[in-house]
């Protein structure tokens, strides 16, 4: 490394020495005391990167001298330590480095060039499905089916665990990524040797999935990224971004009584979404710190997506010395981590400097209430008592179209009255459907809570909601309170310690007494994976054309997520998933109205079997020790029997077999040295015109696939039944059923057919619907173009890289919208679609324009200008002229998009090495 500020430095601690870069020593050239202490770490990253290429004395200095009230406008290169997957996103991961490993030899280079040079762990969390649930047999029963559906993509897993170096993968039945992340994987500072020298310095990550923030609560800078970027990561290819703005959030006060960390989060995702924090960092400061658990912390870091921020940070402390320890971290770790972030200066503490932000938000922790969020944004926080309003509100919209059925009155119930469902004590309407399951007879109507979820990393690695849940699940249970018989509920663990305090306790039975078993460890519900509703509940959903809901304590709650036939979902605390799944509907005020009717026949309230903060925190502190820790991580890395016994290939090239699950994709095809150009668009058709809010769940979806889409026709036709199709999540490694899946949400809305839901579009030349999939390939036979238009906050959701790489192989040469959401911008220029925004205060409404143009994009100069020109051709030959912004944001991307796409980039870099 170059050291233009004579940085380095010698660390001494636990008898040995460390080389570090720094701060202290660039202290005495810029005063960087008043630096946010996300920004110190982006600084001593620079610092320790320098080679006067990528990094140059000029960038460090931008940072070194920060304002935090200008534009971002200097791009720097930033390089993680290491870098997190979990298998829906990873398995795409190491299906494109294996790839890679084939097309670079075609290029005259070695397989062994494409290989992770920074360590790279993967989880496997996301394949487990809640196909049985509210029995003991659950988990076993879930692990078998998950193992039975996904074993060529574990093979596939297994031979890069043993083709790639640096690679690790945590096996199933094991936890969620990001709470093995902070219990196990984080090091806060990290240490290697490099030029035989042992250094030390923050611990930083990339993951591939956009929950990678929750670190952040242990003052680990990192954040989510899409699959494409994080392979560049571990190849070695430093992140270009421009040096971020940074939004100080002050906490003051302490949480009141009955408030959980769930309540605070929401509070700050709607506080944080309102101000605008896209592609800013926000830190977390101020006296309100010294009361707020670690768990708390990485509650509120975790949803760092849901408000919008690249990350969600809190400093190191003695809060976090204390977490390391209690999750534990060797003492010398520990040791390590205080003398290191003593010594440059990210030791918080009540004589830290104060820090300057670009603007600070204030909240004190007090002012915090119930809530919930819904009924399908993380952003929309509900009060506890206005649920049944917002889901009347809801509901309206959802039924318009609904014809009445035979003898219907109104779903609705008087003031103060309870839900008419299930229980004859609260019957006031013979609205919904007549349903018999298991032996019980019950009416099935609008705003049934189906699916009851205590799942997601968000709230699984907080023992204060979990074992608030367990509390009120076991006064619940005394009161002879369980779950309704409609309500198909679920406990997901994020990790295996949680399972063993739940037991310690006593209330797993508890939980189990009310209907909820261990299903799984795994994101389960929260990422699609619900599973199937029993046959009963489904054929009367269908039969009454119902609104029903669902309730998970996990951070996603977007349209068509959670399950299909699910309309309305809610985020909530567990404690508040396991009342509303006593209560069996959103159509009730838990807030004075009764939950049901108890074994002696009084009414239960929510306040009567609500745990106090004290009853809490007394429970946690017989419950957790180190040990837990220690006992569940010490193999983390060998899997059980299902696991060693997947019998797996050799060799540094994969043997691409014809599996429906695994398969070399179309990237290279073609590929040679030679760099392209950013080419004008001309001739284009719009493939989509889609409003605000779409999400990548509406563009890649992850849930279940059905058999008569594109992608279900296409599985058939390889002769795999519809029982085994499994989830477009599981499928990732196979772009044939990707790509068939890419825009074919049930509830996307593609503007260009009004009234119709769903994954279709119009073929303008003929005037015909056909499913989005059908119309690109048509197009793309009469080798026409395609472009896509939205609104707002598009691509809002999780880090999917697919959601770019389906919309490149549908032909998308661009997309035009009012705003992106940071990774999914990010994702577009690594897989080579443009990304431009509409200037300020137009979008396709106010420019007339209804997706039947034909569109040329020009001006783009390669890539360098700034803006570019459409014209938008009317089929009356009117024309419609306007300016885009054009998102090629720093020099770095521009040369990914000549490219074609970063994996490109990386492809002839280490090929032209090679040639050297």
């Not at 508890?510 to 994101?523: A, D, I, M, Q, S």
Request: proline share 5%; glycine share 10%.
């Amino acid at each position: 490394m170059l050291d233009s500020f004579a940085t380095r430095d010698t660390l001494k601690v636990n008898g040995s020495s460390y080389q570090i870069a720094s701060l202290a020593k660039l202290g005495q050239r810029f005063d960087i005391r008043h630096l946010p202490y996300s920004m110190k770490i982006l600084l001593e990253n620079l610092l320790r990167h320098e080679d006067g290429v990528n990094v140059t004395a000029k960038e460090i200095e931008a940072v070194a001298r920060w304002n935090p009230k200008a534009e971002p406008d200097t791009e720097i290169a930033f390089m993680p330590a290491r870098v997190v997957l979990q298998d829906f996103t990873g398995v795409p991961c190491v299906v494109d480095l294996a790839a890679m490993r084939d097309a670079v030899v075609k290029l005259g280079g070695d397989a062994k060039q494409i290989n992770p040079l920074a360590p790279a762990e993967l989880v496997i969390d996301h394949s487990v499905q809640v196909d049985v649930y509210g029995s003991p047999s659950a988990l076993d029963e879930n692990v078998k089916i998950e193992f039975q559906r996904n074993q060529e993509r574990y093979a596939f897993l297994r031979w890069g665990q043993k083709a790639f170096d640096n690679f690790k993968v945590v096996p199933p039945r094991t936890g969620i990524v990001h709470q093995v992340n902070l219990e196990h994987l984080a090091r806060v500072v990290f240490t290697t040797d490099k030029d035989g020298q042992p250094w030390a310095y923050p611990d930083t990550v990339f993951g591939t999935d956009s929950h990678t923030t929750m670190v952040n609560g242990v003052g680990v800078l990192g954040w989510g990224v899409g699959g494409i970027e994080a392979e560049a990561a571990m190849l070695g290819q430093p992140s270009s971004m421009l040096i971020p703005q940074v939004v100080g959030f002050k906490l003051t006060g302490k949480l009141s009584e009955g408030v959980t960390a769930t309540d605070l989060v929401l509070t700050v995702t709607q506080m944080l979404r309102k101000l605008g924090v896209v592609g800013k960092f926000v830190e977390f400061f101020g006296p309100g710190l010294k009361d707020l658990a670690l768990a708390d912390r990485a509650t509120i870091g975790n949803m760092a997506p849901e408000y919008g921020a690249t990350c969600g940070i809190f400093p190191i402390d003695q809060e976090a010395l204390n977490y390391l320890r209690l999750s534990g971290r060797s003492e010398e770790q520990i040791e390590l981590v205080k003398a290191y972030a003593q010594a440059q200066g990210l030791w918080h503490d009540e004589n830290t400097p104060h820090a300057q932000f670009t603007t600070t938000l204030e909240l004190d922790l007090g002012d915090v209430r119930p809530s919930l969020a819904g009924p399908k944004r993380p952003q929309d926080r509900v009060l506890l008592q206005d649920v049944e309003k917002s889901f009347r509100d809801a509901l309206g919209p959802l039924t318009a179209n609904r014809r009445p059925r035979n003898g219907e009155t109104s779903n609705f119930i008087s003031e103060g009255g309870s839900a008419a469902i299930g229980n004859p004590a609260n019957a006031v309407s013979d609205s919904g459907v007549l349903v018999e399951k298991d032996g019980e007879s019950f009416r099935l109507t609008d705003g049934a809570v189906v699916i009851a979820a205590i799942t997601s990393c968000t709230n699984t690695s907080n023992p204060a909601v979990m074992l608030g849940a367990g509390l009120l699940a076991k006064k619940a249970a005394a009161k002879g309170l369980k779950a309704q018989p409609w309500v198909k509920t679920s406990l997901g663990p994020g990790s295996k310690v949680v399972t063993d305090y739940l037991e310690k306790t006593g209330l797993l039975k508890e939980l189990e007494k009310v209907g909820f078993y261990v299903v799984g460890y795994g994101c389960t519900t929260c990422i699609g994976n619900s599973g199937p509703l029993p046959v009963e509940i489904s054929k009367g959903i269908a039969e009454g054309d119902l609104a029903v809901a669902s309730v998970l304590s996990g951070n996603r709650n977007f349209e068509g997520r959670v399950h299909p036939e699910v309309k309305m979902n809610y985020l909530a605390s567990p404690p508040l998933v396991v009342a509303y799944a006593l209560a069996g509907s959103l159509d009730v005020d838990l807030s004075k109205d009764p939950l049901g009717i108890g074994s002696d026949g009084q009414p239960v309230y929510l306040k009567d079997i609500w745990p106090s903060n004290q009853e809490i925190s007394d429970t946690i502190a017989g419950a957790i020790s180190p040990a837990m820790f220690a006992k569940n991580y010490a193999d983390v890395f060998k899997g059980d029997d299902r696991w060693n016994h997947i019998a797996s290939p050799d060799g540094a090239v994969y043997q691409w077999g014809d599996s429906t699950y695994i398969k070399n994709p179309p990237y290279f095809e073609g590929m040679t040295r030679e760099v392209g150009t950013v080419d004008d668009i001309h001739g284009a058709r719009v493939l989509g015109l889609f409003g605000d809010s779409i999400t990548t769940d509406h563009i890649s979806p992850a849930g279940s696939i059905k058999k008569d889409s594109p992608a279900g026709r296409f599985l058939i036709s390889k002769g795999v039944e519809p029982k085994d199709f499994n989830s477009y999540g599981s499928r990732r490694g196979n772009d044939d059923v990707m790509v068939r899946g890419t825009f074919a949400n049930i509830r996307i809305k593609n503007l260009m057919l009004p009234g119709v839901e769903g994954g279709y579009t119009l073929h303008v030349p003929t005037g015909e619907q056909m499913a989005i999939y059908d119309a690109a390939m048509k197009y793309k036979a009469e080798k026409t173009p395609l472009v896509v238009l939205a609104g707002k906050e598009y691509g809002t959701g999780s880090s999917r890289d697919w959601a770019a790489k389906g919309t490149l192989l549908l032909g998308v040469k661009a997309v035009i919208a009012e705003s992106f959401e940071r990774i999914h911008r990010s994702n577009l220029v690594g897989m080579g679609v443009l990304p431009c925004q509409f200037q300020d205060g137009e979008n396709a409404q106010t420019l007339g324009l209804t997706g039947k143009e034909v569109f040329d994009i020009t001006g783009l100069n390669d890539g360098e200008s700034k803006e570019a020109k459409v014209t938008a051709t009317a089929p009356d030959g009117s024309r419609k002229e306007f300016t885009v912004k054009v998102l090629l944001l720093t020099p770095k991307e521009r040369e990914f998009f000549r490219h074609g796409g970063i994996l490109q980039y990386v492809l002839r870099q280490l090929a032209g090495r090679k040639a050297a």
